[in-house]
């Protein structure tokens, strides 16, 4: 085919770099997975059968194309009991997963030639997603030795005349860095300052460990400046069911509705039905998930310092970012040759963005028995590899 019949900014984009890795792993025997993050935990039977239930009583017809007016209403009153913002339910719409969200939020908001900050590390479809919107994604690093933190004073000589908004992913997939409300409050100055927009990707809000979380629509004066993104997939085990949240003042939200309604119609009807039930009654099982999680995060993280592979104890989602630095190994080589001698998958953490390198990302979203069996398979892949001095302490 002629390349002209193809679009310059897709063939311009690469292909997700977990993908790789999970490609190759597939084809092998015996792997353990600490890659797709995606809970272990099966959805729970009453969010089951209120699906089951709704598709026994004929309910297989489109919704609204803001979603179920019972689910939103219910998304409304979860959204100011756990992280006390208001939004109404025409300030709500249910979309195809959070990433769908992101994406009518940027097409919504973007011209041509605007500049979006993305923070990185990131989740690997934000700078894509910018591109494909038509803006342009500028990359800010944060560093491991601050703990992959922001540092307001470096983001501010970021902005230009054409920045129109940054992307935040709080807690972060891939590092698990949680912001504080107290940074969180010095990034709201620098919003209002220069009259920006946050993308503020929540979706891993209910998996914070050890202090209460701060929604960054909560920060005085950022309701209006924040778009809101949230979902089901990690906080209820829901990641098959496709559904996300997006809440927006109604000067945004009516805008966004146009491009989900011409792109998508609505969100799974069958999959609404059950995140009613969800947020209604899900309550006791997201508390047990997250028990699990930190049992297990403590255990990694443990791990991996006794492994001599420095890495920072993150705050919420459920991911760990250990440095891999000392073994003189790249991110891929590493992530590769530890696949293939111990058969451990890992995502490389480039993928993430150029200051990923030197870092693997491990989801810890998988049983306590293969995190152990993980951790002593990489124990003896480390014991093969002779250790140079580290180039940094985190």
């Known amino acids: 085919m002629s390349k002209f019949l193809l679009s310059n900014t897709v063939t311009a984009i690469q292909p997700s770099g977990i993908r790789k890795f999970f490609d190759l792993a597939s084809s092998m025997d015996n792997v353990i ?7 272990d935990f099966v959805t729970p039977w009453n969010v089951r059968e209120a699906s089951i239930y709704s598709l026994e ?4 017809a489109y919704t609204s194309n803001a979603g179920l007016l019972e689910l939103r209403e219910e998304v409304s009153r979860y959204l100011n009991r756990k992280f006390q913002v208001t939004y109404h339910e025409e300030e709500i719409i249910i979309t195809v997963g959070a990433s769908q969200g992101i994406d009518i939020a940027l097409r919504t908001i973007l011209n041509p030639g605007d500049e979006v900050i993305v923070i990185d590390p990131c989740f690997v479809a934000y700078a894509p997603l910018v591109s494909l919107a038509g803006g342009i994604p500028v990359h800010f690093s944060t560093s491991g030795k601050d703990e992959f933190k922001l540092n307001i004073e470096a983001l501010a000589n970021t902005i230009t005349s054409k ?31 220069h009259n920006l927009l946050v993308i503020s990707d929540e979706i891993y809000a209910e998996l914070v460990y050890d202090e209460e979380y701060t929604s960054f629509a909560n920060i005085e004066g950022m309701r209006d400046h924040t778009i809101l993104i949230s979902g089901f997939s990690k906080t209820f085990a829901m990641t098959g069911w496709r559904l996300g949240i997006v809440a927006a003042p109604t000067e945004i939200i009516s805008h966004m509705l146009k491009v989900h309604q011409y792109a998508i119609m609505c969100a799974p009807t069958m999959s609404q039905h059950a995140a009613v039930e969800a947020l209604r009654n899900g309550e006791a099982d997201v508390q047990a998930m997250r028990r699990s999680y930190m049992q297990r995060r403590n255990f990694l993280v443990k791990s991996f310092q006794e492994i001599g592979l420095p890495c920072h104890m993150p705050g919420g989602a459920f991911y760990v970012f250990p440095s891999i630095e000392n073994t003189g190994l790249t991110s891929e080589e590493f992530a590769q040759e530890l696949l293939i001698k111990e058969r451990v998958a890992v995502v490389p953490g480039n993928v993430f963005g150029e200051c990923g ?32 001095e580290p180039v940094g302490n985190i």
């Open 33 to 39: 997975s600490l890659g797709v993050g995606e809970p």
């Open 357 to 388: 390198e030197g870092y693997i990302r491990c989801s810890y979203a998988t049983s306590l028995e293969k995190l152990i069996e993980a951790s002593k398979r990489i124990q003896r892949f480390i014991q093969t590899i002779p250790v140079v």
């Open 163 to 193: 920045t129109k908004a940054i992307l935040l992913c709080n807690p972060n997939n891939p590092t698990g860095t949680l912001l504080e409300k107290e940074l969180l409050e010095q990034l709201a100055d620098l919003v209002k300052k």
């Open 57 to 60: 009583t004929g309910h297989t």
